[in-house]
C-alpha cells in the first residue's frame, strides 16, 4: 500500500501545464504540532470512513493517514500552485519564475527549487535565498533544476524576508511606467520594463520608479562574479518567426511588444 501511494504522489507532483495552474490542496493538523498535506486531483481525494482518514484513488482505499480523527484537531482545504519555469537561455538546467500569495504561508519542494527576496542596484538585482519556506505576502523569485514544480500550503509560516524590492499581486495587474517583470531579452534572464503589460495572479514584479531608465536587471547571486553576470543572449529565430518577451513563439494575431528577426517591436 505504501509503495502505491509513493507511486501516485509522484505522479501529482510531475504534473505539468503551460503555464501557472491551481488545485486543491488538504491540510491536516494534528494534536501534537505535526501537519500534512495533500496534493488533491480528480483521481486522488481524501475521505474519513471507519474512524480514520484515508488516502483515496478513484474512490479506492489507497492508504491510511498517519493523522487519525481523534488526533486531528482541524482540517483545511487550501490552494496549491504548480508552478512552470522560464527556462535560462545561457544554462540548460536553470528555470525560473516568480511567485506570491497574500492568503497563506507556500513550502518548496523538497530539493531543486530555490526562493529569492531581491535588491535592486544598478542594473543588477542581488538575490538572497530564503529557507523553505515562503511566507504569507512575500514576493520572491523562484530558481528550480526542473521546468515544472509543486508549492504546497503550509500553516507554519515564517516572517517575510527584509529588504526585499519586489512586489506581489493576488490579481492579474497591469504594471505601470517603472514596473519590471521577469522575461528573457536582449540580456538574457531577468527583469525588464513592463510598462502597459499584465502580470497573472500569484506572481511578483519588480517596480522600480524612478530607475525606469534601465533597460534591464540581471540577477547576481552570492557568490557570483559581478562582472560576468550580463553575458548576452542574442535570439537567432527563423526568418519572420515572432516571439513575445518570455521567449515563446505567437503568431500575428499576439498584441504587444514581441521579437522578431531578433528585433523588439509593438504589435498591434
Known sequence: MKQLFLLFSALCCMMAANAQTKELAVLLYGTDGTEES?????????????????????????????????????????????????????????????????EGAYKLPEEGVTAYAAT????????????????????????????????????????????????????????????????VGENGIGFYPWDGNTIPDNNAYLPLGS???VSSLAFLFEGDDPTGINTPYVYTPEDGAIYNLSGMRVGKVFKGIVIKNGNKTLQK
Not at 58 to 81: G, Q, S
Not at 142 to 150: H, I
Request: charged share 25%.
Open 38 to 102: 495533500y496534493l488533491l486531483t480528480e483521481d486522488i481525494s481524501i475521505s474519513f470512513e471507519d474512524e480514520a482518514v484515508w488516502l483515496m484513488v478513484n474512490d479506492e482505499k489507497v492508504c491510511k493517514l498517519n493523522l487519525d480523527d481523534e488526533n486531528i484537531v482541524d482540517v483545511d482545504f487550501r490552494t496549491a500552485f504548480i508552478m512552470d519555469g522560464i527556462k535560462d537561455p545561457n544554462k540548460t538546467d536553470d528555470y525560473y519564475s516568480t511567485f506570491f500569495s497574500s
Open 120 to 183: 535592486a542596484e544598478g542594473e543588477q538585482l542581488k538575490m538572497k535565498a530564503i529557507g523553505n519556506v515562503i511566507a504569507q505576502g512575500e514576493p520572491v523569485v523562484l530558481k528550480a533544476t526542473t521546468d515544472s514544480f509543486v508549492l504546497m500550503p503550509t500553516a507554519y509560516g515564517t516572517d517575510p524576508t527584509e529588504p526585499n524590492a519586489l512586489a506581489g499581486t493576488d490579481e492579474e495587474q497591469t504594471l505601470g511606467t517603472g514596473d519590471y517583470a521577469l522575461s
Open 211 to 213: 530607475l525606469s531608465s
